[in-house]
């Protein structure tokens, strides 16, 4: 039975190696080969494009067998299927932050490993689009006008997520938001920030080019972009 799965699999018949292989973990379940059957059970979910239930059998993989030669593959598995469900930027970002935390998870477990830059990458991705999601939240109010509410989403983000391309735009943001509302010391504090962190940004060129490498915000209203 373990064959005809594992040859169902290869030929890219995902549906029948899950039935195979359900039904083999069912009958059989103190098999020597019950981790490798998961294994494929879990890749067949994962490549018909069922994330959860992937992700729902790699993680049974780490749970029952931990010590296992192929846990290291099962956990960067869960990582991967919740990248696969992190959703368009503008729909709730659960399922990215989920992502995030399990790829951490493989680079904090099994660091310096292949699993753990591959791993390393997509945490790195979701951290990212996360990022991007609360810049989206603050420019939302920025082009509203709405400053005091825009700026709230960027110093958030600052907070979680400093040193992400999304913080060079935040730190512009933030900057053209004080220069609004005429609060010069904050704008400064952003500028001079925005070209200490991301010198070679095109926020920062931005910046020189309306306030110049070492003056304040400029006097006139400073237009946001599009984000």
């Not at 069922?50 to 192929?70: N, Q, W």
């Not at 990582?79 to 709730?92: E, F, G, N």
């Amino acid at each position: 039975m373990f064959e005809l799965g594992a040859r169902d699999f290869e030929a890219g018949d995902w549906d029948e190696a899950v039935r195979v292989f359900e039904r083999f973990l069912y009958e059989d379940p103190t098999n020597a080969r019950i981790v490798e059957a998961r294994l494929y059970l879990a890749r067949a979910y994962f490549n018909r494009e069922d994330y959860l239930t992937s992700a729902s059998e790699f993680s049974r993989i780490i749970d029952r067998h931990p010590g296992d030669v192929r846990a290291p593959e099962a956990s960067l598995g869960i990582c991967k299927s919740y990248v696969a469900l992190s959703p368009h930027i503008q729909r709730d970002q659960a399922y990215t932050l989920q992502a995030f935390n399990a790829c951490d998870n493989v680079v904090q477990d099994f660091g310096g490993s292949e699993v753990s830059i591959e791993a390393e990458q997509l945490r790195d991705q979701m951290r990212e689009k996360l990022a991007r999601k609360e810049l989206s939240r603050g420019d939302f109010y920025f082009r509203r006008k709405l400053y005091d509410s825009g700026i709230i989403y960027y110093n958030g983000l600052l907070t979680l997520y400093p040193r992400t391309p999304a913080a060079a735009q935040a730190l512009l943001r933030l900057y053209q938001s004080y220069t609004e509302i005429g609060w010069e010391r904050e704008a400064e504090e952003a500028r001079q920030r925005l070209l200490r962190d991301f010198p070679d940004s095109d926020e920062a060129r931005e910046v020189r080019a309306n306030g110049g490498e070492g003056g304040g915000p400029p006097s006139g209203p400073v237009q946001g972009r599009s984000p």
